[in-house]
């Protein structure tokens, strides 16, 4: 038989439960006694995370540089400073450029859960090799002759792009140190600058919008906020206002809140009301009961919606039940908000759209579905955990519990006999 057919393993030697409500839960009792543990206390698997964000080439590259510089560090400290001088010297003058140091750096300069770093190194070795053993004299710097220079990841501080092009602003102090030049050191990016806030323009060289400028001098520039709604000030007073923001107007160098309700601003539709804010306004549903509102609640309706009726100066619901609205038999009316519903009377329910009488089952007993085989093991089963429980006691020397437990086992004993001898005699007659 193919392997594709065939059930796993696992399941054909699975137990299967036996049939019938009794033998089904002895078995389930064992089944779950014989577990290792507690099911329900197994720690649940933790949740997947997304995964994070490849790094960009030349962090990588920067970090493996860092690395490799601190395991420098690390081989000098472990391998000389001994106390004698000479003999450092004299044993140890080949090791700081021997391929074993090389090694011993290398073996550590990335962590195991870096793959990056692990990619990066196995594409770079050779360089790695070559400025170790010919270039370090002609370029120390290795983070600027392995990223930079050979293997084209990263660029100057102060530039971005394939070209290393300068940041707006300058290499020197790239966004006018106001901001973040996006992709600088690196071979990607736009160039654009990040401003912090308050500041704005290509190099961050302005005051934004809601800004005004407190000092500037050839290098040097602070930004401090306007007064709360002015979009542009001399000062940070209400009323060093130039321009406003927008919902606000300027008079006499201060900005005034717009009423955008009191206007042909507001755009609310038929059934919300405009409700003015600061600089702005909303829009509210009108009350259930109004076609159309100049306002919250029913007392504000243009017109009342049906199922409601004018009362005063408010919409209020009609009830519907007042008059005889449900005409079916065994049928009762029940007002709602706005309208009304027919609901079967107190002990009938709708069939096929007619209210008819319920009929109340009897309760059936807990025993009433089990066959007479079974009602017999759960009585065996309840005697034998009672004389259990006596045997437990009769073992710790009490004569009571000792003859009660006598008592018990010679009464189910006569009554299996009883049992089996009444079989016995009944089979042996019916046998003649």
């Known amino acids: 038989m193919s392997s594709i057919c065939r059930s796993p393993a696992w399941e054909r030697m699975a137990p299967r439960p036996p049939r019938g409500l009794v033998p089904a839960l002895v078995w389930g009792l064992s089944l779950f006694c014989s577990l290792p543990g507690p099911v329900w206390l197994q720690p649940s698997p933790p949740p997947q995370s997304s995964p994070p964000t490849e790094p960009h080439p030349c962090h990588t590259c920067r970090g493996l540089v860092d690395s490799f510089n601190k395991g420098l560090e690390r081989t000098n400290r472990d391998n000389f400073g001994g106390g004698n001088t000479a003999w450092e010297e004299e044993k140890l003058s080949k090791y700081k450029d021997s391929e074993t140091r090389l090694v011993e750096v290398l073996e550590n300069v990335c962590s195991k859960s870096d793959f990056e770093c692990h990619r990066l190194l196995e594409l770079s070795e050779e360089l790695v090799e070559s400025w170790w053993f010919h270039k370090q004299q002609e370029a120390p710097d290795l983070f600027q002759w392995l990223c930079s220079d050979s293997l084209k990841l990263c660029c100057p501080s102060g530039t971005f792009g394939p070209s290393c092009l300068p940041c707006p602003g300058g290499t020197e102090k790239p966004c006018g140190g106001y901001g973040h030049c996006e ?250």
Not at 261 to 274: I, K, L, S, V
Not at 328 to 349: F, L, P
Not at 402 to 431: H, N, P
């Open 183 to 432: 992709g600088e050191g690196t071979r990607g990016g736009s160039g654009h600058c990040d401003c912090q806030a308050g500041y704005g323009g290509e190099a961050c060289g302005q005051c934004s919008l809601g800004y005004f400028e407190v000092e500037r001098n050839a290098s040097h520039l602070v930004c401090s906020a306007c007064f709360g709604p002015c979009a542009r000030c001399s000062g940070p007073e209400e009323s060093n206002c130039l321009q406003c923001k927008r919902g606000w107007a300027l008079h006499h160098l201060k900005c005034v809140d717009i009423d955008e309700c009191g206007t042909e601003r507001a755009n609310c539709g038929a059934d919300q009301f405009c409700v003015n804010t600061e600089g702005s306004y909303e829009c509210r549903d009108c009350a259930k009961a109004c076609l159309g509102c100049m306002g919250a609640g029913p007392g504000r309706c243009k017109k009342c919606s049906p199922g409601y009726q004018q009362v005063g100066s408010k919409c209020l619901d009609v009830d519907e039940c007042e008059t005889e609205v449900c005409p079916g038999e065994n049928e009762q009316c029940e007002n709602t908000e706005g309208s009304y519903r027919c609901v079967c009377a107190e002990g009938y329910k709708q069939i096929e759209g007619i209210c008819v009488k319920e009929q109340i089952p009897e309760s059936a007993g807990f025993f009433s579905e089990m066959t007479e085989d079974e009602l017999v093991v759960l009585q065996q089963m309840f005697f034998g955990v009672i004389i259990c429980a006596l045997a437990t006691l009769a073992a710790k020397g009490d004569l009571v519990f000792t003859a009660i437990f006598i008592g018990a086992v010679a009464a189910m004993t006569g009554y299996w006999l009883s049992e089996r001898s009444d079989r016995v005699l009944e089979g042996f007659i019916k046998g003649r």
